[in-house]
């Protein structure tokens, strides 16, 4: 009873702490999370097991965020390791990482053991993982005398490695003494435990450079055994070599080389036992010897291998199975055969596993009084066991806490207070390894805060919903209430929607919402209110749209838009052209409510949009201009005017002159404009740059001068035509000097390197240096500092170096001209940065999520911006496919990258293929480059369905069967289960008989149909399934072999068409046929009598034309030209040729599609031509003849 009653309490509690944590889900402001407390938090540490390079320096990482910041401490090998005792080591600021300096006098080895970082503040102690260091090694080979193997031909080999023991394992290969690998197949093959088997050596076996190499990847380093000779004696040489050392009283002979069955040369016995954990790649291993070469199978006893997860190696001598589970334990029987006998190995596997979560403890964010949960839960085999810890100390010794109490993997907290606040550590462990996890108790008592600024203004269109925030936090959760105006009522009904998160919709915004709105939050703490402001605005409307236009070449268009819009809104008009922007020609004109075109041309044919657009709404509309010839017209001569002449100067100022001239000829084509341009002789002569551009009903212009320039002036006239030829140059006019009106512009400031600041500017030009001895006064300082201004004047640059700044910190710059006669106006200050450098840290938390076969989405945390030490540009996302889950080898490896530009943490992942293994990695991004990479993540895309088969063939036709051969898919995107095959017949008018539908075992790749009809044409279509559906089909078509009477009269037939003879009666019948065509026009052209003229006279009708005189020959004739169209099934109720076959070969385009049946014959205009062959009365349709005279195509016929 009390146990039922704990339960059913338990359940309550956890009920009412998930909604509780969910209101006190922690906002993501900053200025409030660094005023809120909070215990510490472990982001990031180093792996458990860390095996580093004894020739580089050790990081062991540890960093934790709390509030306030944490400070770090160490233990190694269980004992407080005091860093300030030793110079090697050193702490990272702000940080828990210990960096051991190995490069400069310090030993690797010196530093082996296992590590533990802690951090602590007020609210309690978070404490890493046993991080266990110890430096790789590469040890040499010992040295050994290796003795030749002499072997005999036929006879098994087993060529040892014996590779030192290296941290971790060397990776062994055998090569020979040009580097090159030794080849490997069924009968010489690598073991794993890196030695060299043959199941039967052959004389090509003799060589003396066998080198087994071990590669130690940590260090990069290649360690090389010293070669093995093996000298492979054949029957012949072995028998010479005894009959030369034994005397002629001696028996002597070398046995032939006899075939042997099987023995295994690994594993030895008939059982072996293996224990593989939970999640590993299990291998096992059977390699035999035998003559010829054997075979090895593999099979589990009692069970099917893992489909999906099992793969053959090393040419099927290893099984290997990955993500093992405890379902995968069995006993696995590897089977070795030739044709002499076979052998077998039982081995028994045990599947056991390390702790693996399936409830890992999470944060608690409670109130002062209120109730929560810590749960731990965790599985493996042998079962876990469970042990709490207290900010690092066991929870049996920890200070005691009277609102706490363990129940196994369960804390339960009654009645938490401020002083309850702790970081918690769970610990399930095993003897095969531990997992352990930090989980905070974080107990706030905060009034109500709210966070949304106060007499925010929010603006929103008529009748569109408005959303007023009021962002808020507090502890307890504060309650939320709303009011409009300053003594309003409380707002309620249906025509608000109240949010969780504290916001206010209104659905429907009208103009009476307008006004002031109050948010009140409360709780047992305190209340808060805040104030914020609704305008409602008109909607922007265009009033007068743009309509369609014809318009001819070389005339004049104009579209309206004309709008109506909120007063207080400020409108902005766009103009496109099929969606695009104006072309750059100045013949488009924009005016305020339209927009023109000019001496419109075939390419300004098109759609034209006007785009308003204001803060909080977008209107558009669009019309159609179409442009059509222009009528002819007189012949007049349009050219670009003539130059203007007489140019003068008047009215001479410091900073203004008049200048004035007379225009040229405007050649029919009326000035538009005149274009100004001046030179400056003292600084660029000969170089003209435009001034400015008046109306071209204007002669005279006031210029603006610039001091220190030698001025020329000259005038360019334009019309629609074109510009004229530039005017005579002006006299020159020289201005006086005077100090820099302006500044260099584009001052920028960009570190090339981490510790410096490059300052660049664009230099002034000639005329704006208003005088000699142009110079820049830099001034720089770091920004946020309380610095002086540090200041170089330099001359005749752009650019200035500022080194040993830190790295990436902001500084304000400016940039001042000055010349001999004194400086410019104060300039402007702008923000640079110091160079950047590599980011620091990896992204973490990084997770995938599989959307379908193609498509993956991952997810990462964001990298704290301090260690971006750069402008954040991005995250790439790196990802190659390992291997495909349904083939059994790997692939070459092609890494793909996917960049996402500003601060995402997630993106989608396209292209993926069915079925296969991936991994990723996540890196930051900035202007210096990429940071370390997140440890790679694996995911793994289902089944997809397949694509079609690689090939059908159909071959060995008989009277009554196929043989079918195939394929598997290219691509079979998983494992396939079955293939579909359909067929039906299709007789001699294309029409198709019944379907049959058969299903084929996956692992078939023929079949052979039976009991089909003889000289029947069949169609098939052939697909492949896997456990998604079926894949695309293939299909094709094949034909049965005729009986022997009429395979024998094909045969005749095709012996005949090929003879000379043949082709030549076929040449004269051709020429028959074309005398009977004149014959035939002739006598219509005479106007004929025969007796359906009378018929045609009586009815006057001219579109009555006779077609064939008498027996249908012209019919005939048209029928052989369609032979060269595609096959048509034949029409219900034709008539078959006079012999009652239809073949293949002949057309199927038949006269009956032009009307030659039982019911007569029509002409090519329709009408009824039956009379013309002389019947009176309909044909039977059945019959061995036709009634008809004979043509010279049905005697052809006869022939083929």
């Known amino acids: ?180 690998r030794l080849p490997q197949s069924e009968r010489v093959s690598q073991g794993l435990n890196g030695d060299l088997y043959f199941s039967n050596v052959q004389p090509e076996d003799t060589r003396e450079d066998y080198i087994c190499y071990a590669r130690f990847n940590h260090t990069q380093t290649i360690q090389q055994k010293q070669p093995i000779s093996v000298k492979v004696f054949s029957m012949d040489s072995l028998n010479d070599t005894i009959a030369a050392n034994l005397s002629d009283t001696d028996i002597y002979g070398a046995k032939p080389v006899t075939e042997r069955p099987p023995i295994l040369l690994t594993p030895t016995g008939t059982t072996s036992n293996k224990v593989e954990l939970r999640g590993n790649v299990l291998l096992l291993e059977c390699i035999a010897a035998g003559l010829p070469t054997p075979v090895i199978r593999w099979i589990k006893e009692g069970g099917e291998l893992p489909a999906n997860r099992t793969f053959f190696e090393n040419f099927k001598k290893t099984l290997k199975i990955i993500d093992v589970s405890e379902a995968d334990s069995g006993n696995y029987k590897c089977i070795a055969r030739n044709i002499l006998g076979s052998t077998h190995h039982v081995i028994s596997v045990t599947v056991k596993a390390a702790p693996y979560w399936i409830t890992a403890p999470r944060n608690l964010v409670l109130s002062p009084g209120e ?48 002083r309850s606040s702790a970081v918690y550590q769970c610990n399930a462990s095993n003897e095969y390894g531990y997992l352990l996890a930090n989980a905070f108790v974080n107990v706030l008592a905060e009034p109500p805060r709210i966070l949304t600024p106060a007499n925010k203004l929010y603006q929103v269109i008529l009748d569109s919903p408005a959303l007023i925030d009021c962002a808020y936090f507090g502890s307890p959760k504060p309650e939320i209430e709303w009011f409009k105006g300053v003594k309003g009522s409380i707002l309620r009904g249906n025509e608000y929607v109240f949010h969780d998160n504290g916001t206010l919709e209104i659905p429907v915004a009208q103009k009476d919402s307008t006004g002031t709105y ?144 007379i225009p040229g000829d405007e050649n029919n084509s009326p000035i538009t404009s005149f274009v100004i341009e001046y030179e400056d002789g003292l600084h660029e002569p000969g170089v003209w740059h435009y001034q400015t551009e008046v109306p071209g009903s204007q002669t005279t212009v006031q210029l603006k001068l610039s001091p220190y320039v030698n001025y020329s002036f000259r005038v360019i006239a334009v019309n629609e035509i074109g510009r004229s030829q530039p005017s005579e140059p002006s006299e020159q006019y020289l201005t006086k000097s005077a100090n820099p009106d302006e500044n260099p512009s584009n001052v920028q400031g960009i570190g090339s390197e981490p510790d410096n600041l490059v300052i660049t500017w664009e230099s002034l030009k000639g005329f704006q240096s208003n005088g000699p001895g142009l110079q820049y006064k830099v001034s720089w300082r770091q920004k946020d500092v309380d610095d002086e201004w540090t200041s170089v004047v330099v001359a005749n640059v752009s650019k200035y170096i500022v080194s040993g700044t830190p790295t990436f910190v902001p500084y304000e710059i400016k940039v001042q001209a000055l010349n001999d006669l004194g400086y410019a106006p104060e300039p402007s200050e702008v923000i640079g940065h110091s160079g950047e450098d590599l980011p620091m840290v990896a992204p973490g938390n990084v997770q995938v999520h599989v959307i379908n076969s193609t498509l993956a989405k991952v997810h990462w945390d964001p990298v704290p911006l301090k260690s971006v030490r750069g402008h954040l540009q991005g995250y790439k996302v790196y990802y190659w496919k390992v291997q495909s889950l349904s083939r059994r080898s790997k692939r070459h490896i092609e890494k793909k990258i996917l960049t996402f530009r500003g601060n995402k943490t997630f993106g989608m992942l396209p292209g993926l293929e069915p079925y ?35 090939f059908l063939k159909i071959t060995n036709p008989t009277l009554d069967s196929l043989t079918l051969e195939w394929g598997s898919p290219t691509h079979p995107n998983g494992v396939l289960i079955s293939y579909i095959l359909k067929f039906q017949p299709i007789n001699n008018t294309h029409e198709l008989g019944p379907l049959v539908e058969i299903r084929i075992p996956a692992n078939e790749s023929s079949l052979i149909l039976k009991n089909l009809n003889y000289s029947t044409r069949y169609k098939f279509y052939f697909n492949a399934q896997t456990s998604v559906g079926s894949g695309s089909q293939i299909t094709e078509e094949a034909v049965t072999i005729m009986d022997e009477g009429k395979m024998a009269m094909a045969s005749r037939q095709v012996d005949i068409a090929t003879q000379g003879w043949f082709i030549g009666l076929m040449c004269a019948v051709a020429l028959l046929i074309l005398i009977l065509l004149i014959v035939c026009f002739i006598r219509r052209n005479k106007g004929g009598k025969y007796p359906v003229k009378e018929k045609e006279d009586a009815h006057a009708d001219p579109e009555i034309q006779p077609m064939k005189e008498d027996d249908g020959t012209f019919g005939e004739y048209r029928s052989l030209e369609s032979d060269a169209e595609d096959h048509k099934p034949l029409k219900k109720g034709s008539r078959t040729p006079s012999d009652r076959t239809v073949k293949k070969e002949d057309s199927d385009d038949s006269l009956v599609d032009y009307g030659e049946g039982v019911n007569g014959q029509f002409n090519e205009d329709g009408s009824f031509i039956g009379q013309y062959s002389g019947k009176k009365e309909k044909e039977p349709a059945e019959g061995n003849e036709s009634s008809e005279a004979p043509s010279p195509v049905n005697a052809m016929n006869s022939f083929v």
């Open 518 to 661: 109050t948010c009140v939050a409360r709780n047992e703490l305190g209340k808060i209110q805040n104030e914020v402001q609704l305008e409602v605005k008109d909607p922007t409307m265009i009033i007068k749209q743009p309509e369609y236009k014809v318009i001819q070449r070389y005339g004049h268009v104009s579209f309206e838009c004309i709008i109506k819009h909120d007063s207080t809104l400020i409108p902005t008009v766009i103009w496109l052209k099929d969606n695009d922007e104006l072309p750059d020609d100045e013949r488009f004109l924009v005016g305020k409510d339209n927009l023109t075109i000019m001496n419109v041309t075939d390419k300004d044919d098109g759609t034209y949009t006007c785009i308003v657009n204001t803060t909080l709404d977008s209107v558009s509309a669009s019309a159609v201009l179409t442009v059509v010839a222009a009528p002819p017209t007189p012949a007049i001569i349009y050219a670009r005017p003539n130059p203007p002449f007489d140019l003068e100067l008047t009215g001479q100022l410091e900073r203004s002159i008049e200048l004035s001239w």
């Open 1 to 180: 009873m009390m146990k039922n009653s704990i339960s059913a309490s338990k359940a309550s509690l956890v009920f009412f702490l998930y909604q509780m944590i969910s209101a006190l889900d922690v906002p993501l402001d900053s200025k409030l999370l660094e005023e809120l407390s909070q215990p510490p938090t472990i982001t990031q540490q180093s792996p458990k097991d860390y095996i580093v390079d004894p020739r580089e320096n050790i990081v062991i990482q540890c960093e934790a965020k709390g509030k306030p910041p944490p400070s770090f401490s160490w233990t190694r090998n269980g004992t407080h390791f005091d860093i300030d005792k030793d110079e090697q080591v050193t702490m990272k600021p702000n940080s828990g990482t210990l960096v051991i300096n190995i490069m400069n006098g310090g030993k690797a080895e010196a530093y082996e053991g296992v590590y533990q970082c802690t951090a602590r503040n007020e609210r309690g102690a978070a404490i890493s993982n046993n991080i266990v260091i110890r430096p790789s090694r590469s040890p040499l080979w010992t040295k050994e005398k290796l003795e030749p193997n002499q072997v005999r031909e036929g006879d098994s080999l087993v060529l040892h490695c014996r590779p030192p023991v290296g941290l971790p394992p060397p990776i062994i290969f055998w090569m020979d003494n040009a580097f090159q």
């Open 916 to 950: 296969s293994s991936y991994k990723l990695n996540v890196r930051v991004v900035n202007g210096k480059g990429e940071g370390p990479a997140s440890p790679d993540r694996v995911f793994k895309t289902p089944e997809g369905v397949p694509s079609s088969p690689s």
């Open 371 to 418: 109730d929560g949960t810590l749960i731990c839960r965790a599985n493996g085999n042998p079962k876990p066991s469970i042990s709490w810890l207290a900010n690092g100390v066991p929870i049996a010794i920890a200070p005691e806490d009277p609102s706490r109490k363990v129940d196994g993997d369960t804390i339960i907290f009654s009645a938490v207070q401020e």
